[in-house]
Each structure stands twice: as structure tokens, then as C-alpha cells.
């Protein structure tokens, strides 16, 4: 396997949506209900092809959403399914573009996330939790409580930038050392990441068919689905939210030994009910194990093994389930393959460690060590992805049988996003930009109220001609919900 991948520099989002589905196994003539216009030219300011893979990744999981309305509608050809290039753009920003009672939430900095200078390089920090934060502080010497950017770059100066990687690693902490394309390419794990961004596995036997609970005539492509979420910060949680939109009930587990992370939560928690248990405490333990044998799909998005103890892995859950199928969904941030499989990992530091974030300064052209893409392209494609995956497992469960498992990581998401190309020079960086609200045309918004007041955020920008997609239920604390499946 080349740390390259494959030359898709000519695909348009049309040819990535066959190739995606046709490596899925999925019916071709279903290709055809796929409505979409690449534009061929920057949707978002970078030399990267972020607008294709966005438009891409979000028409493959409608037109999936579309295939299963079919499946459960005695087969009838799929609706059907269109995708805006400029609206999937600013979807890839969402997170960011939404308001509360009209006012935008203030994205607070740290000085100990970003980039700092190493004495032979860079590490990028990244602390959107607070023990990542306390704990980065910890490693470097800085002082707990009051550390100044300043006392941060001094005490990341010292080190080198692959030992600081290595020692935050061995840690806990989410660190990574800033690489060029060259030395990515080398290293075992760049080869280790699969060529395709979904990989189906199937992992047990049980009979064919849809659930029960969904039959024809359904008002969404999902009603019935029952989907139980473990996942925090963006591109996990944004895979429940895509499968909310499509009518499916998802219950959102979170921990209470973790913050809220309101800038993120607000709008990632939008069509789920929220619960929190604790899997410290036996008994509630019991519970998730409880409703996770009432669900039909499993998502989580933690390190790689962390749930395996609490009976939680794939395996075990099957073992449990030889009546019928189940479908386990993983996103990770490397892959289930190769010495990194198990390391903690957030896009920013999967755009620092790939060579991503150094050719995109090389592209722009003014002396930075490291640009970002201008959005968290990988964690909103792996989402969607991992979405996608999902409801191709649901296809397979009911036209083969079995139990499944869906695996993407978001370095998967990067190494399809490089396969596409660059575009030359400084042309990627001329395209328009949506980082506030008021960046956003009336037409991609929603206005609705939720627990937190009355929200105006983007709307989904995949459409099912005669079919309803969207979000019933609106975020409200995490916790806010009972723990039962409607």
C-alpha cells in the first residue's frame, strides 16, 4: 500500500460518489438518482480540493439514505438526490456558523494549543480538553495555572519535535511533531492507511433483513433505526447527526467526567436525545449495555481498544447478538492498522503530522511553516463517511445477513483528500470563505428552538426529491433525556 495513495487529480465529485459506491459493493443503477454539478473550481480557499470532498462525501451519504428508502419500499428506484456545491462548502463549516438568540459563541484561545517551535521543528498542541491541556502544561514544566504563550514556546524549544510527540504519546496527551509529504511518506503508518476511506467488514452471522420497526411508508429514509452513539468533539457525533437528519433514533451517550464543549455540542447534538453514564460506575455499565442490545447500530469514536474491557467490543457485542444483526461503526484517527493504530489523534493533528498543513503553506507562498485547511475538512468527511459506511452496512445486513463492522479513520479522510490533487499555486486560495455567521446566504439557514434558546445554524445540504431529511429533536444539555429508546 503506497503512503500516496492513488492519482484521482481528474475525478470530479460525481466520479468519487461511483468509485466510493461501486468499492462498496453497492447496485450501480442506483448511481443514476445522483444529481450533482462539480463546478470544477475552489469551493473554499486552499490548495486542496475541500469543496469536492465535501460536496462528495455528503452526496454519498444521501444517496446511500436514498438507497435504504428504496430497500424498504418494496425496491422502488432510489429518489432523486442532490447536493449543492456551495451549500456542502459552508456544511463543512457548520460548527462554526451558527447562532444562539442571534449571538455567535466566542471561541476562546489557549496558549498552549496551536503550533510552537521545537529546536529542530514544530509540534502542533491541541488542549480542547482541559486534562489534554493540564497535562501538555504538566509535560512541558509550565506553570499550571497562569501559563503565558511566551513560557510555552520557551519550554517547547528545548525539545525535539518527535521526542515530544513520542513522550506525549506514551502520556495520553495529543501532540503531534509537523511533517512534510517526504518524511510522512516513510514512516510505517503513512503505508499502513488504507487506499479506500470505508472499509466493511462483516463479523458474524444473523438472518437477512431490515429491523422490524422499518417498514414502507416511512416519512424519513432511517425512521425505525436505532443508533447508540459514544463519541465526543466532531467527526463521530457528526455520523449520528447525519443518520438524525435521516429519521433515525439516536441516543447520544456522553461521560460525565467530561466537559460540555458548548461551540461544538450545540450543533453536533441536533437530532439526538442526550444521556450520560458513567462506565467508572458498574451499574451504569449495565445500562449502556442494556440499550446497546436494543440497538441496531453501535458508533464510537474513542481511542482504538478503550471499550474493549467494558464489554464493548465488536466481538462481544456480536456474541450477544446471534438472534440478529448488529452493526459496529468506529471512527478513529489512524486506522485500525499499522503502530499508530492505537494513538489519540483530532484533525488538526492528523493535518500536522501528514504533510498536509506544510504543502499547504508551500502552496499559499508566504513563509509559514504550517497553514490549516479552513475548515476541519478530514473530521467532516470521515463523518460522513462513517455515515455512509453505516447505511451500506444496512444494505448489505438486509439484502446478505450478518453482523458489521465499519471502520474510518481521519487520516483515511486525508490520504483520499490528497489523492485528488492540488490545485497550482496560489490559484486555491481565491475562493470565498465562511468562518461567521453572517458569511452564510439566508437560503442555508435554519431557525429553530432549542434548550439553549432559539438557534439559526446550516441546514443539511443533501436533498431527497419527495423525502423529508432534516432535525426533529434540537440540542439541550447534555444528560437532558431518559435512558430508553422510543
Keep these: 500500500?503506497?503512503?500516496?495513495?492513488?492519482?484521482?487529480?481528474?475525478?470530479?465529485?460525481?466520479?468519487?460518489?461511483?468509485?466510493?459506491?461501486?468499492?462498496?459493493?453497492?447496485?450501480?443503477?442506483?448511481?443514476?438518482?445522483?444529481?450533482i454539478t462539480d463546478p470544477e473550481k475552489p469551493g473554499l480557499p486552499s490548495s486542496y480540493k475541500v469543496g469536492h470532498l465535501a460536496q462528495a462525501s455528503i452526496a454519498l451519504s444521501t444517496l446511500l439514505a436514498a438507497q435504504i428508502h428504496s430497500l424498504r419500499n418494496n425496491n422502488i428506484p432510489p429518489s432523486t438526490v442532490t447536493v449543492p456545491f456551495r451549500h456542502a462548502c459552508i456544511e463543512f463549516n457548520s460548527w462554526r456558523l451558527y447562532t444562539i438568540d442571534g449571538h455567535p459563541l466566542q471561541h476562546t484561545g489557549s496558549p498552549v494549543g496551536g503550533l510552537h517551535k521545537t529546536s529542530d521543528g514544530y509540534v502542533r498542541v491541541h488542549d480542547g480538553f482541559p486534562h489534554h491541556r493540564d497535562g501538555a502544561k504538566l509535560l512541558l514544566g509550565c506553570s499550571p495555572d497562569v501559563a503565558?504563550?511566551?513560557?510555552?514556546?520557551?519550554?517547547?524549544?528545548?525539545?525535539?519535535?518527535?521526542?515530544?510527540?513520542?513522550?506525549?504519546?506514551?502520556?495520553?496527551?495529543?501532540?503531534?511533531?509537523?511533517?512534510?509529504?517526504?518524511?510522512?511518506?516513510?514512516?510505517?503508518?503513512?503505508?499502513?492507511?488504507?487506499?479506500?476511506?470505508?472499509?466493511?467488514?462483516?463479523?458474524?452471522?444473523?438472518?437477512?433483513?431490515?429491523?422490524e420497526r422499518m417498514g414502507a411508508g416511512a416519512d424519513k429514509c432511517l425512521r425505525g433505526l436505532r443508533v447508540l452513539e459514544m463519541s465526543r468533539v466532531i467527526a463521530a457525533p457528526l455520523s449520528g447527526k447525519t443518520l438524525a437528519a435521516h429519521g433515525a433514533d439516536v441516543l447520544w451517550v456522553t461521560s460525565p467526567n467530561l466537559p460540555d464543549l458548548p461551540e461544538l455540542d450545540r450543533e453536533l447534538g441536533r437530532g439526538k436525545r442526550t444521556i450520560q453514564l458513567d462506565l467508572q460506575d458498574k451499574a451504569d455499565e449495565d445500562e449502556l449495555v442494556r440499550l446497546l442490545d436494543d440497538a441496531d447500530v453501535f458508533i464510537q469514536g474513542y481511542r482504538p481498544g478503550s471499550l474493549a474491557a467494558r464489554r464493548l467490543s465488536p466481538e462481544a457485542i456480536v456474541q450477544r447478538r446471534s438472534s440478529r444483526g448488529v452493526i459496529c461503526a468506529n471512527l478513529s484517527a489512524y486506522g485500525p492498522d499499522g503502530p499508530w493504530a492505537s494513538r489519540r489523534g483530532f484533525d488538526s493533528l492528523v493535518q500536522t503530522c501528514s504533510g498536509l498543513n506544510v504543502s499547504e503553506a508551500q502552496h499559499y507562498g508566504a513563509g509559514e511553516a504550517a497553514r490549516p485547511l479552513p475548515?476541519?475538512?478530514l473530521d467532516y468527511a470521515a463523518g460522513f463517511f462513517l455515515a455512509a459506511g453505516i447505511m451500506a452496512a444496512l444494505y448489505k445486513q438486509a439484502t446478505?445477513?450478518?453482523?458489521?463492522?465499519?471502520?474510518?479513520?481521519?487520516?483515511?479522510?486525508?490520504?483520499?483528500?490528497?489523492?485528488?490533487?492540488?490545485?497550482?499555486?496560489?490559484?486555491?486560495f481565491h475562493a470565498p470563505d465562511y468562518i461567521r455567521p453572517e458569511d452564510v446566504p439566508s437560503e442555508y439557514l435554519e431557525t429553530q428552538m432549542t434548550g439553549f434558546g432559539k438557534m439559526t445554524s446550516v441546514r443539511h445540504s443533501g436533498s431527497i426529491q419527495g423525502v423529508a431529511v432534516g432535525c426533529d429533536i434540537m440540542p439541550k444539555p447534555l444528560g437532558s433525556d431518559e435512558k430508553r429508546w422510543l
Design 400 to 428: 446478505e445477513g450478518g453482523s458489521w463492522q465499519v471502520d474510518v479513520s481521519l487520516a483515511g479522510a486525508m490520504k483520499y483528500l490528497r489523492s485528488l490533487g492540488q490545485y497550482e499555486g496560489t490559484s486555491g
Design 1 to 35: 500500500m503506497s503512503a500516496s495513495g492513488p492519482d484521482r487529480s481528474t475525478f470530479t465529485s460525481q466520479d468519487s460518489v461511483a468509485y466510493l459506491w461501486r468499492a462498496l459493493g453497492l447496485p450501480d443503477d442506483s448511481l443514476r438518482s445522483l444529481d
Design 148 to 211: 503565558s504563550r511566551e513560557e510555552v514556546a520557551a519550554k517547547t524549544a528545548a525539545w525535539r519535535c518527535v521526542d515530544l510527540e513520542q513522550t506525549a504519546v506514551e502520556c495520553g496527551l495529543a501532540i503531534a511533531a509537523l511533517r512534510s509529504y517526504e518524511q510522512w511518506d516513510v514512516l510505517p503508518q503513512a503505508r499502513a492507511i488504507a487506499d479506500m476511506p470505508i472499509r466493511l467488514r462483516k463479523i458474524g452471522d444473523a438472518p437477512k433483513g431490515l429491523s
Design 375 to 377: 475548515c476541519q475538512a
